[in-house]
T-cell receptor
Framework: RKEVEQDPGPFNVPEGATVAFNCTYSNSASQSFFWYRQDCRKEPKLLMSVYSSGNEDGRFTAQLNRASQYISLLIRDSKLSDSATYLCVVNSGNQFYFGTGTSLTVIP | GAVVSQHPSWVICKSGTSVKIECRSLDFQATTMFWYRQFPKQSLMLMATSNEGSKATYEQGVEKDKFLINHASLTLSTLTVTSAHPEDSSFYIC????????????FGSGTRLTVV
C-alpha cells in the first residue's frame, strides 16, 4: 500500500466553483501534513501546512482527520490562477511522502 | 522566508558524461536535504536523503554509485549523475527544511537534465 494516496483527477471546474481534494495516508504515526502547489514544469511550492484543528488561508481551507487518516483541501471561489497540480505531503519521522498530485483546471 | 538555490536550472549533456547539481540553503542551515526526481506526468519520487557530514540514505532502486550525493556543509548538498544515459533525463529537485517540521520543506527551483 502506498504511503500517501491521492486522486490524480483531473478536476475541471468553472470559475467561482468550490472544489475539494482528499488525500489518505497509511502511517498512523505521521506527524506533519502539508499541501503543496506545483505549476507545470516548476518546483512544488508550499501552499499551507495542515493542523489538527483545521486551518484557513483566504479561499483555502485545510483539514486533518487523524482517526480516518486523511487530509483535505477546499478551494472556494476558484480562480483561473488556481489551475495547477496540488500535492499532499505527509512527514513521518525524517521521511517525506508525496501524493501523486491532483490536477486542477479552472475554466473561464 | 527560507530560500533554497539550485543550479543549474537546465543542462544538456552527452551520454556517458557526468553532471553535478548543486543545492544551497541561502539563509538557513539545513542538516538534512532531500533529492527528488520527477519524470513527465509522474509524481515526485524521493531518491535519497542527504545528511551533513555522513553518507546519504538512498531509496530502494536508486543506484548510489550512479547518483553520488555529497553534503559537505550545512548549506550545500550536491548530486552528481555519473555516466549519464538518456533514461536519466528527468527533473531533479532538492529540498531542505529549517528544522521545524511545521515550516514545511523549501524546494530548489529544480534542474532539468536532458541526456542525448
Amino acid at each position: 500500500r502506498k504511503e500517501v494516496e491521492q486522486d490524480p483527477g483531473p478536476f475541471n471546474v468553472p470559475e467561482g466553483a468550490t472544489v475539494a481534494f482528499n488525500c489518505t495516508y497509511s502511517n498512523s504515526a505521521s506527524q506533519s501534513f502539508f499541501w503543496y502547489r506545483q505549476d507545470c514544469r516548476k518546483e512544488p511550492k508550499l501552499l499551507m501546512s495542515v493542523y489538527s484543528s483545521g486551518n484557513e488561508d483566504g479561499r483555502f481551507t485545510a483539514q486533518l482527520n487523524r482517526a480516518s487518516q486523511y487530509i483535505s483541501l477546499l478551494i472556494r471561489d476558484s480562480k483561473l490562477s488556481d489551475s495547477a497540480t496540488y500535492l499532499c505531503v505527509v512527514n513521518s519521522g525524517n521521511q517525506f511522502y508525496f501524493g501523486t498530485g491532483t490536477s486542477l483546471t479552472v475554466i473561464p | 522566508g527560507a530560500v533554497v538555490s539550485q543550479h543549474p536550472s537546465w543542462v544538456i549533456c552527452k551520454s556517458g558524461t557526468s553532471v553535478k547539481i548543486e543545492c544551497r540553503s541561502l539563509d538557513f542551515q539545513a542538516t538534512t536535504m532531500f533529492w527528488y526526481r520527477q519524470f513527465p506526468k509522474q509524481s515526485l519520487m524521493l531518491m535519497a536523503t542527504s545528511n551533513e557530514g555522513s553518507k546519504a540514505t538512498y531509496e530502494q532502486g536508486v543506484e548510489k554509485d550512479k547518483f553520488l550525493i555529497n553534503h559537505a556543509s550545512l548549506t550545500l548538498s550536491t548530486l552528481t549523475v555519473t555516466s549519464a544515459h538518456p533514461e536519466d533525463s528527468s527533473f531533479y529537485i532538492c529540498s531542505a527544511t529549517e528544522g521545524a517540521e511545521s515550516y514545511g520543506y523549501t524546494f530548489g527551483s529544480g534542474t532539468r537534465l536532458t541526456v542525448v
